[in-house]
C-alpha cells in the first residue's frame, strides 16, 4: 500500500533556530502533499498545500515566512520551520495525495517539535 | 470553505458494543469521505473511506454509510475491541483537488 515516510518522529530544538522536517512518499508520486499541524488533544489543522515545483499555497494566519516550504520533487515535500519559538512546539503531520486512478490520501507517522 | 462536524466527542461502550460516530459536511461539492484512526503520538491511519456515488461501504467490522441529501455520514464499528480504543477523525474532499478538512475528532474508549 502507500506508504509515507516523516522525518525525524521527534526533534526539541532550541528558541531561534530553524527545524527541517520531510516528508517522502516512498511508493507513489505526488504531485501534491498538505502539511497539518496538530496541538495537544485538537484535530488537524491544514496549515498549507504543497505543490510539485511551484510555491505552496498557505492557509489564513500561517505565516509563510516562517513555514517554508519546498517540493523539488515528485516524491519529497519538505517544511522548514525558520526561528522556531516556544509557541511553534507541536504535532506536525504530512499528507500526499496519490497521482493514481484510485487517488487517496496518505499521512506520515508525523513530527513532534519541541522549542526550548 | 469545507466545514466539518463531529459527534460525539468522547465516547465509551464496553467490549462486544457497537460504536457509532457521526459527521455532517457543508460544501455539496464534497465527494470523497475517509475515516481515521489516529492512536497516541502517531500520524492518522485511514481505517475507510466512501465516495458520493454509493451510500454504503463495509469492510469486516467497520461500516460507512453517505446520506448526500442530508449531508452527513456516519462510521459504525461492531463487536467494538479494546484496541479500537483511540481516537477517529472524519474528513471532506472533493475529488481529490483540494485538502481534506477534518472534523473534530472522537475519542473511543472500549472498556473490557
Known amino acids: 500500500g502507500a506508504v509515507v515516510s516523516q522525518h525525524p518522529s521527534r526533534v526539541i530544538c532550541k528558541s531561534g533556530t530553524s527545524v527541517k522536517i520531510e516528508c517522502r512518499s516512498l511508493?507513489?508520486?505526488?504531485?501534491?502533499m498538505f502539511w497539518y499541524r496538530q496541538f495537544p488533544k485538537q484535530s488537524l489543522m491544514l496549515m498549507a498545500t504543497?505543490?510539485?515545483?511551484?510555491?505552496?499555497?498557505?492557509e489564513q494566519g500561517v505565516e509563510k515566512d516562517k513555514f517554508l516550504i519546498n517540493h523539488a520533487s515528485l516524491t519529497l515535500s519538505t517544511l522548514t520551520v525558520t526561528s522556531a519559538h516556544p509557541e511553534d512546539s507541536s504535532f506536525y503531520i504530512c499528507?500526499?495525495?496519490?497521482?493514481?486512478?484510485?487517488?487517496?490520501?496518505?499521512f506520515g507517522s508525523g513530527t513532534r517539535l519541541t522549542v526550548v | 470553505g469545507e466545514n466539518v462536524e463531529q459527534h460525539p466527542s468522547t465516547l465509551s461502550v464496553q467490549e462486544g458494543d457497537s460504536a457509532v460516530i457521526k459527521c455532517t459536511y457543508s460544501?455539496?461539492?464534497?465527494?470523497?469521505f475517509p475515516w481515521y484512526k489516529q492512536e497516541l503520538g502517531k500520524g492518522p491511519q485511514l481505517i475507510i473511506d466512501?465516495?458520493?456515488?454509493?451510500g454504503e461501504k463495509k469492510d469486516q467490522r467497520i461500516a460507512v454509510t453517505l446520506n448526500k441529501t442530508a449531508k452527513h455520514f456516519s462510521l459504525h464499528i461492531t463487536e467494538t475491541q479494546p484496541e479500537d480504543s483511540a481516537v477517529y477523525f472524519c474528513?471532506?474532499?472533493?475529488?481529490?483537488?483540494?485538502?481534506?478538512?477534518f472534523g473534530s475528532g472522537t475519542r473511543l474508549q472500549v472498556q473490557p
Open positions: 499528507s500526499a495525495r496519490n497521482d493514481g486512478i484510485n487517488y487517496g490520501y496518505t
Open positions: 511508493d507513489f508520486q505526488a504531485t501534491t
Open positions: 504543497s505543490n510539485e515545483g511551484s510555491k505552496a499555497t498557505y
Open positions: 460544501d455539496s461539492a464534497s465527494n470523497y
Open positions: 466512501i465516495r458520493s456515488n454509493v
Open positions: 474528513a471532506a474532499s472533493d475529488t481529490g483537488r483540494r485538502a481534506l478538512t
